[in-house]
């Protein structure tokens, strides 16, 4: 189950003491008002807080308009690291989750403002990432020149659905614009419900059961690319299984404590964990605090809002700060319905309590505390701590009078403690480099955060993912020049270069080591440029001459190596290889690879296969870059009479996997070694129509040649 998997490993975006972020489409107007009952600095000036998903790699211009000429604007990345402020940012974007945040400079409420945002995607690319919905949510949106394409190059939006359990769906997409057209779609891609004009009129609707745990694509789309695009009203409406346990628990209507029996009429998650799940109201805006305690299992506990997003989670960490084995969540919430869902991590069954409690007002400020240079000072960390994205947390304030080189430390030998060092209005700018040390008592974590930094005012939170304990913590400064980086290593395209990050690296906006290498394409290219190491989660960045970042990229080549492909017009670019973490340096090899010409097909029909007349081709790293995180090129297959077909594909260089899928590109079916070896063979009965075929390795980033056929079974 998403739900609970994704979230035991990863932390979400937004800090548990502001309320979640409202939704700003990629290409959107909004007017709102400021208020200070959504989130406030530490000064008490207010903000509100927006997230943007983007589905793909593109650019975008976002503007906030007000009559108060110092209001202004934040945009954040999935991490929470500033990328550009002011009132209009225009800059690339990967595909992910960002946050705007719209900031009064003094502190004032009722400050009415427009809020636009403009996205346009980068040319033959997939849409792969979808803001997700709830089953009981209604919306509007809008399809236009920026939205997303299906294979047919019909516009659409997506979203992901997660459904908790086994139930019955029921959706309806209406428009006096366009032509709607409704596909819901497996996890694997299939369209297991597909509608055109089941909604009365050109409407579309779909009432089809579903299982659970489970996450949908849902796909909002017209019916063809002819259709000009216009405004539509998505609502979802879900049934639970009459039969099926997996149903709300109950309501949480006030203040109160619930007692119960996690057991067989629980619902289930993939990793056998079970849970139940409450529904919350909430008519103002205030903070919730939340609190599951059992003395049978090990606690998890989350709260999901309307959109389908996690609004806040926390796990049981030994004796926590609601008492043993319990976890707690304490978070702003706006006005609007929630789910409150309750785990029993390993399955385990037993008695538990879910104790609710709700405050109406503004959200807490948590106070900062100043840290001087040289100075070591103690904290405890418990129930009575503020709380961030991260859980339990103090914050510190540090002064840097000039620009030098700053290191932060804590220690604990109560719970792993965290550093994770922000500018002034919050955003972050790196994180620790935790150690753990064995000491005559025991276990001693040991994290540190370097950076040199010009002088400014920082904040730096000492953050227990929910353990509670005592830690303390101390920095030192040594003030120094920070030279302009000026030394660029000359790279040819088709080439490689291995080097040493470290003390002799130019520093980068982090204060952490950045190499820079500069190449010049000729003429219009296509790059694919690699980080590998060995040593560390290499973090590559490709650059234009004034330093905007045109491209950036972790761990899409695998877990701490990046892949960054980009189309790029003849001229002279920067490669920025650096780590991810704190602290990081070793040795690296950074890769420049190179095939000149336009811009290819992409995620588009790279060209028409023919039944009976097999093709020859080479999978390159222009190919569309697809789902599972591999290299495809798609094919448009015409079948002109019913009948019994096969499609084979053919590799001695990588391991064969082909997709059959229809007009819109909806898995129909698929194989990876049907053939035998590592050829892959699908046969299927096909109808008269228009079919995509994908040719890709069944895993990795796999480049070589192919044959390719489909031939009609006698």
Same mark, same amino acid.
């Given at each position: 189950?998403?739900?609970?998997?994704?979230?035991?490993?990863?932390?979400?975006?937004?800090?548990?003491?502001?309320?979640?972020?409202?939704?700003?489409?990629?290409?959107?107007?909004?007017?709102?008002?400021?208020?200070?009952?959504?989130?406030?600095?530490?000064?008490?000036?207010?903000?509100?807080?927006?997230?943007?998903?983007?589905?793909?790699?593109?650019?975008?211009?976002?503007?906030?308009?007000?009559?108060?000429?110092?209001?202004?604007?934040?945009?954040?990345?999935?991490?929470?690291?500033?990328?550009?402020?002011?009132?209009?940012?225009?800059?690339?974007?990967?595909?992910?989750?960002?946050?705007?945040?719209?900031?009064?400079?003094? %502190?004032?409420?009722?400050?009415?403002?427009?809020?636009?945002?403009?996205?346009?995607?980068?040319?033959?690319?997939?849409?792969?990432?979808?803001?997700?919905?709830?089953?009981?949510?209604?919306?509007?949106?809008?399809?236009?020149?920026?939205?997303?394409?299906?294979?047919?190059?019909?516009?659409?939006?997506?979203? #992901?659905?997660?459904?908790?359990?086994?139930?019955?769906?029921?959706?309806?997409?209406?428009?006096?614009?366009?032509?709607?057209?409704?596909?819901?779609?497996? &996890?694997?891609?299939?369209?297991?419900?597909?509608?055109?004009?089941?909604?009365? @009129?050109?409407?579309?609707?779909?009432?089809?059961?579903?299982?659970?745990?489970?996450? =949908?694509?849902?796909?909002?789309?017209?019916?063809?690319? &002819?259709?000009?695009?216009?405004? =539509?009203?998505? #609502?979802?409406?879900?049934?639970?299984?009459?039969?099926?346990?997996?149903?709300?628990?109950?309501?949480?209507?006030?203040?109160?404590?619930?007692?119960?029996?996690?057991?067989?009429?629980?619902?289930?998650?993939?990793?056998?964990?079970?849970?139940?799940?409450?529904? !919350?109201?909430?008519?103002?805006?205030?903070?919730?605090?939340?609190?599951?305690?059992?003395?049978?299992?090990?606690?998890?506990?989350?709260?999901?809002?309307?959109?389908?997003?996690?609004?806040? =989670?926390?796990?049981?960490?030994?004796?926590?700060?609601?008492?043993?084995? @319990?976890?707690?969540?304490?978070?702003?919430?706006?006005?609007?319905?929630?789910?409150?869902?309750?785990?029993?991590?390993?399955?385990? +069954?037993?008695?538990?309590?879910?104790?609710?409690?709700?405050?109406?007002?503004?959200?807490?400020?948590?106070? $900062?505390?100043?840290?001087? %240079?040289?100075?070591?000072?103690?904290?405890?960390?418990?129930?009575?701590?503020?709380?961030?994205?991260?859980?339990?947390?103090?914050?510190?304030?540090?002064?840097?009078?000039?620009?030098?080189?700053?290191?932060?430390?804590?220690?604990?030998?109560?719970? %792993?403690?965290?550093?994770?060092?922000?500018?002034?209005?919050?955003?972050?700018?790196?994180?620790?480099?935790?150690?753990?040390?064995?000491?005559?008592?025991?276990?001693?974590?040991?994290?540190?955060?370097?950076?040199?930094?010009?002088?400014?005012?920082?904040?730096?939170?000492? /953050?227990?993912?929910?353990?509670?304990?005592?830690?303390?913590?101390?920095?030192?400064?040594?003030?120094?020049?920070? +030279?302009?980086? &000026?030394?660029? $290593?000359?790279?040819?395209?088709?080439?490689?270069?291995?080097?040493?990050?470290?003390?002799?690296?130019?520093?980068?906006?982090? *204060?952490?080591?950045?190499?820079? =290498?500069?190449?010049?394409?000729?003429?219009?290219?296509?790059?694919?440029?690699?980080?590998?190491?060995?040593?560390?989660?290499?973090?590559?960045?490709?650059?234009?001459?004034?330093?905007?970042?045109?491209?950036?990229?972790?761990?899409?080549?695998?877990?701490?190596?990046?892949?960054?492909? $980009?189309?790029?017009?003849?001229?002279?670019?920067?490669? *920025?290889?650096?780590?991810?973490?704190?602290?990081?340096?070793? !040795?690296?090899?950074?890769?420049?690879? #190179?095939?000149?010409?336009?811009?290819? +097909?992409?995620? !588009?029909?790279?060209?028409?296969?023919?039944?009976?007349?097999?093709?020859?081709?080479?999978?390159?790293?222009?190919?569309?870059?697809?789902?599972?995180?591999?290299?495809?090129?798609?094919?448009?297959?015409?079948?002109?009479?019913?009948?019994?077909? /096969?499609? @084979?594909?053919?590799?001695?260089?990588?391991?064969?996997?082909?997709?059959?899928?229809? /007009?819109?590109?909806?898995?129909?079916?698929?194989?990876?070694?049907?053939?035998?070896?590592?050829?892959?063979?699908?046969?299927?009965?096909?109808?008269?129509?228009?079919?995509?075929?994908?040719?890709?390795?069944?895993?990795?980033?796999?480049?070589?040649?192919?044959?390719?056929?489909?031939?009609?079974?006698?």
């Amino acid at each position: 189950m998403k739900l609970f998997l994704s979230l035991a490993a990863a932390s979400i975006c937004w800090g548990q003491s502001c309320a979640l972020p409202e939704i700003l489409r990629p290409t959107d107007t909004i007017q709102a008002v400021l208020t200070d009952l959504k989130c406030r600095m530490t000064d008490g000036t207010p903000y509100v807080q927006y997230a943007v998903t983007f589905p793909t790699e593109g650019e975008v211009e976002i503007a906030v308009e007000a009559k108060d000429p110092d209001l202004k604007l934040l945009l954040r990345n999935t991490a929470g690291r500033k990328l550009d402020m002011g009132k209009t940012v225009r800059r690339r974007v990967e595909r992910g989750v960002y946050t705007v945040l719209v900031q009064a400079p003094k %502190p004032e409420d009722g400050v009415p403002f427009t809020l636009r945002s403009a996205f346009t995607s980068e040319p033959n690319t997939l849409c792969r990432v979808f803001p997700p919905v709830g089953p009981y949510l209604t919306l509007t949106g809008q399809l236009n020149a920026a939205s997303c394409r299906m294979l047919d190059n019909s516009a659409f939006d997506g979203y #992901s659905l997660e459904v908790l359990g086994p139930g019955t769906i029921e959706i309806a997409l209406e428009s006096g614009d366009f032509d709607p057209y409704l596909i819901l779609r497996s &996890s694997g891609g299939h369209a297991i419900a597909v509608d055109d004009n089941g909604g009365g @009129s050109k409407n579309a609707r779909i009432s089809i059961p579903v299982r659970g745990p489970e996450t =949908y694509t849902l796909i909002a789309a017209a019916v063809s690319e &002819s259709e000009k695009s216009g405004s =539509y009203r998505l #609502s979802l409406r879900f049934e639970p299984d009459p039969e099926d346990p997996c149903r709300p628990q109950g309501k949480l209507e006030k203040p109160e404590s619930v007692s119960a029996r996690m057991g067989g009429a629980a619902c289930s998650t993939s990793a056998d964990a079970l849970f139940h799940y409450y529904d !919350l109201n909430l008519d103002n805006a205030g903070q919730g605090e939340l609190t599951l305690t059992s003395a049978a299992f090990d606690t998890f506990l989350s709260v999901v809002d309307a959109w389908g997003r996690t609004v806040a =989670y926390s796990a049981a960490n030994g004796s926590s700060a609601g008492g043993p084995g @319990s976890a707690v969540i304490k978070r702003q919430l706006e006005p609007g319905s929630y789910r409150v869902l309750a785990f029993s991590v390993k399955g385990a +069954p037993g008695d538990y309590t879910l104790k609710y409690d709700f405050r109406p007002g503004p959200p807490d400020v948590c106070s $900062q505390i100043t840290l001087e %240079p040289g100075q070591t000072k103690s904290g405890t960390l418990g129930g009575a701590s503020c709380r961030n994205e991260n859980g339990l947390a103090d914050t510190y304030r540090i002064e840097l009078p000039s620009s030098g080189g700053l290191l932060v430390e804590a220690i604990s030998s109560d719970f %792993p403690v965290a550093l994770v060092l922000r500018d002034e209005q919050g955003s972050r700018i790196v994180e620790d480099s935790e150690t753990v040390e064995l000491g005559a008592t025991g276990r001693i974590y040991r994290s540190q955060v370097p950076a040199d930094l010009p002088a400014g005012v920082y904040t730096v939170s000492a /953050e227990s993912s929910g353990t509670p304990g005592s830690y303390s913590i101390g920095h030192r400064f040594i003030a120094k020049t920070l +030279p302009p980086c &000026s030394q660029f $290593q000359k790279l040819e395209l088709n080439s490689a270069y291995r080097n040493l990050l470290g003390n002799d690296s130019c520093r980068g906006g982090d *204060g952490q080591p950045v190499d820079y =290498y500069e190449f010049t394409a000729p003429s219009d290219t296509a790059i694919a440029a690699l980080m590998t190491s060995g040593d560390f989660d290499g973090f590559l960045t490709v650059e234009d001459t004034k330093g905007n970042v045109l491209r950036a990229d972790d761990n899409s080549f695998g877990y701490g190596d990046a892949l960054v492909v $980009q189309f790029l017009p003849g001229e002279t670019y920067r490669l *920025g290889a650096r780590s991810a973490q704190s602290g990081s340096g070793g !040795l690296y090899r950074v890769d420049l690879l #190179s095939l000149p010409g336009e811009r290819a +097909p992409g995620c !588009l029909p790279r060209g028409a296969l023919t039944v009976g007349e097999p093709l020859a081709d080479s999978l390159r790293f222009t190919a569309c870059q697809w789902r599972d995180e591999t290299f495809a090129d798609i094919y448009r297959l015409a079948v002109a009479a019913d009948g019994d077909f /096969e499609v @084979s594909l053919k590799s001695e260089q990588f391991d064969a996997a082909v997709l059959l899928m229809d /007009e819109r590109g909806s898995v129909i079916d698929e194989d990876d070694d049907g053939a035998g070896n590592t050829d892959a063979l699908l046969k299927r009965k096909l109808d008269a129509g228009i079919y995509h075929v994908a040719v890709k390795a069944s895993s990795g980033w796999v480049t070589g040649s192919y044959t390719l056929a489909a031939r009609q079974l006698p």
